[in-house]
């Protein structure tokens, strides 16, 4: 064989051999539409096979959850696209206790939010339900306006679980609920004195009489 | 203190997984897109990472004047008893959360209830006096039309009620056995000077007096960065621009500082009186056209006249701007927008730069994938602080290097850079498109997730058309006779890299870009 033939012949042969290369090699890609277009097309009553995932709460409880649901926690979203979910997700700053409440946040946000072909359905069974009641005010419920009251009734919880919730929601990166709950915390502090606030957190004032009176007079203008 | 100090080194790396506090600022918009982020979102995303870096560095750091400490390390705990710190005792329940998201709930407050909340306890005192939550009030409330008072909350108390005499004392009470790792290390990096260490690496190639032609073979082209000598020397800015003169001129003009329209009085008020980690600094894309004497006292060095963005006329991107900053300001590590190429002249002042190549990302800096964000410490002196020593051991090390009045830095496109102003300084900086970088500057308009990246522009889908349709119009073919010659160098290097291949059985000469 010449040279020349032994060049083309090389050449053809490590090119494929490069697209072998280049399959082994090629970072695996993250699916950014994680939905089944056959799924989202289900109606919420339907029953269908819905990917699910095992989390392990610090105290050994295991909760089956849909793949949907706990991708809400960007935390555990990664761990599923880098592959690390197989055996169940181990979490051990979370409790049970507090898991189960952060998946129930959790899942009612996800079906709040994959609701669009039932609005039509639902506001008119609210409109025709006003209509009976013979209610004021609004006529219909605006989904939007329910998730809120439901988030409202949420959070309604002693403070140790409530702080609770503000450390899981921020270990595990879930924006909507870390955000309710800081602003649950800074709705009870708003607008109270500072005597109500050491009695709402069972704060101990521990300023001596003169350190109290010089920050007052430094904040004067906030007791005005 | 310096016993605070010292014990930083000892239990640091066991004792303290110091979450590193990281900021997400979109990488198309740099410093000078700032407007609509917060100027303090710091305590924005928290990831706990790796233990710090040596701390045994640390030793020795010098404070700015009348710089004393309220808060101390939780290091320090070590050589105390534990039940001595006061933070848990004067939280109550709250104690449960950790001191970044105990500021999460603050930030949401009012002024009001802030002030109300630092008469609680001494702890909640030491919180809630945090000058960054004050910082956000003032310029969410105010935008701006506020005098500076010596502390951002003395500014907003001064503000709402202006009854008050102007000298209302920052906080004035002394809190001893306050010990957090997260607001020492905020107190820290705004009261700590520039180790001289820092600043004594220079190492950047010098040009003076170089033809056009020579910059283009030697730095345009490769695209290496290089600090040019001599060319502002008719300048009449360089004699002009002193703090009186601007404030004769142009003193009650506002200007973009950050998320806010300052005037340069107020601003320079602020920037004399400021002791912060990230200085509010000013930085206006539409400096010529509020102050025409501005435009006629400068203009483009003669290596960077050619700049193909002036096709769109008025159409361009934002491309100009004044930066006027005290000692500290400056901006952290980021890629200027759209590809382009930059210069920055330094009209008084000094600045430190840190250069980082395209293809290698800053220690201590996470792009994302996209490309459309960036993750980075919150300050430059934290990033000295924890990164800098990091790099001296790197193959790839950055390019550094102080620049002085009358000199001008080239940024290459796509090179990473951090500056940091060593004191009060005036610069004049631009961006350009030039034949080198036109066809990076196309790709980059032309990406699926343009209307994201693209940055200074109102019209960032159709800058792409609007673009490559003025080209064809002044210079027909160019863009062909660029893609034919790139597609040259391509092919060459692939062929090299097969024969690579062929004859040198370790190769693997695949390179994978994200």
Not at chain 2, 196 to 221: C, K, Q, T
Request: hydrophobic letters at 40%; one cysteine or more; charged letters at 25%.
């Amino acid at each position: 064989m010449n040279s020349l033939s032994l060049r083309i012949f090389l050449f053809f042969f490590v090119s494929s051999l490069s697209r072998v290369w280049s399959l082994q090699a090629t970072p695996r890609l993250r699916s950014i539409d994680r939905s089944d277009p056959i799924r989202s097309m289900a109606s919420a009553a339907a029953t269908t096979t819905k990917k699910m995932i095992t989390l392990k709460s610090s105290d050994g409880e295991e909760f089956e959850v849909e793949e949907a649901v706990a991708m809400e926690s960007q935390t555990i979203r990664h761990m599923i696209e880098d592959d690390c979910a197989e055996n169940g997700i181990p979490l051990p700053n979370v409790t049970s206790k507090i898991l189960s409440k952060v998946i129930e946040y959790c899942k009612k946000h996800v079906d709040a939010a994959a609701k669009p072909s039932d609005e039509a359905g639902a506001a008119a069974a609210a409109a025709a339900a006003a209509a009976a009641g013979g209610g004021g005010g609004k006529a219909s419920a605006v989904p939007e306006d329910d998730l809120k009251a439901w988030d409202a009734e949420f959070v309604k919880v002693d403070q140790t679980t409530l702080f609770d919730l503000i450390l899981a929601a921020n270990y595990l990166n879930i924006k909507g609920l870390l955000d309710l709950t800081c602003q649950t915390v800074a709705d009870m502090i708003k607008g109270k004195t500072p005597e109500e606030i050491r009695k709402t957190f069972n704060i101990k004032n521990d300023f001596t009489p003169e350190e109290e009176e010089e920050i007052r007079r430094e904040n004067q203008w906030a007791f005005e | 203190m310096p016993s605070a100090l010292r014990s930083l080194v000892a239990p640091a790396t066991s004792e303290n997984k110091q979450k590193k506090r990281k900021r997400r600022r979109r990488i198309g918009e740099s410093p000078r897109q700032i407007s609509s982020r917060a100027a303090v979102d710091g305590e924005e995303q928290h990831v706990g990472e790796e233990e710090e870096g040596d701390e045994g560095a640390e030793e020795g750091f010098k404070l700015k004047a009348a710089a004393s400490p309220t808060i101390q390390p939780l290091g320090n705990l070590l050589l105390a008893d534990p039940s001595a710190n006061i933070r848990d005792r004067g939280l109550g329940t709250l104690r449960a959360l950790s001191d970044e998201l105990l500021l999460d709930v603050l930030g949401l407050l009012r002024g009001r209830d802030l002030a109300v909340l630092s008469t609680v306890s001494k702890s909640l005192y030491v919180f809630s006096t945090h000058e960054p939550l004050w910082r956000s009030l003032v310029l969410d409330e105010l935008e701006g039309r506020f005098s500076f008072a010596g502390s951002w909350r003395s500014t907003y108390a001064s503000v709402v009620s202006p009854l008050l005499p102007d000298q209302t004392p920052p906080s004035s009470l002394a809190v001893s056995n306050f010990y957090s790792d997260y607001l020492f290390q905020s107190w820290l990096c705004a009261n700590m000077e520039m180790k001289p260490e820092w600043v004594a690496r220079d190492n950047i190639e010098r040009g003076r007096g170089i033809s056009v032609d020579e910059f283009v073979a030697r730095f345009e082209e490769p695209n290496k960065p290089v600090l040019l000598e001599g060319c502002l020397d008719g300048w009449p800015a360089l004699r002009k621009w002193t703090r009186a003169h601007l404030l004769r001129v142009c003193g009650d003009v506002e200007f973009s500082v950050g998320p806010a329209q300052m005037t340069l009085r107020r601003y320079f008020r602020y920037a004399d009186a400021a002791k912060e980690e990230r200085p509010l600094y000013l930085f206006d894309p539409r400096f010529a056209e509020k102050v025409p004497e501005m435009d006629s006292d400068y203009q483009v060095p003669v290596y960077f006249r050619e700049d193909l963005f002036a096709l769109l006329g008025r159409e361009r991107p934002d491309y100009r701007w004044v930066i006027i900053g005290p000692a500290g300001s400056g901006s952290s590590f980021h890629v200027d927008p759209n590809s382009t190429s930059a210069w920055n002249a330094v009209v008084s002042g000094s600045k430190k730069w840190v250069m980082f190549p395209p293809e290698v990302v800053p220690p201590g800096v996470h792009p994302s994938p996209d490309g459309a964000e960036v993750a980075c410490p919150v300050s430059i002196m934290e990033w000295f602080m924890n990164f800098y020593e990091q790099c001296k051991t790197w193959r790839k090390r950055p390019v550094e290097c102080i620049c002085r009045a009358g000199e001008v830095v080239f940024v290459p496109n796509g090179w990473w850079h951090l500056v940091i102003n060593l004191e009060d300084s005036v610069a004049i900086t631009q961006n350009y498109v030039s034949k080198r970088n036109l066809l990076n500057v196309l790709n980059f308009l032309g990406k699926p997730n343009a209307s994201e990246l693209v940055s200074g522009t109102k019209d960032r889908v159709n800058l792409y058309e609007k673009f490559r349709n003025a080209i064809d119009a002044a210079f027909p073919g160019l863009i062909n006779r660029l893609e034919l010659k790139a597609q040259e160098k391509t092919s060459e290097k692939k062929k090299q890299s097969f024969w690579e291949s062929v004859t040198d059985a370790n190769a693997g000469g695949f390179r994978f870009s994200f």
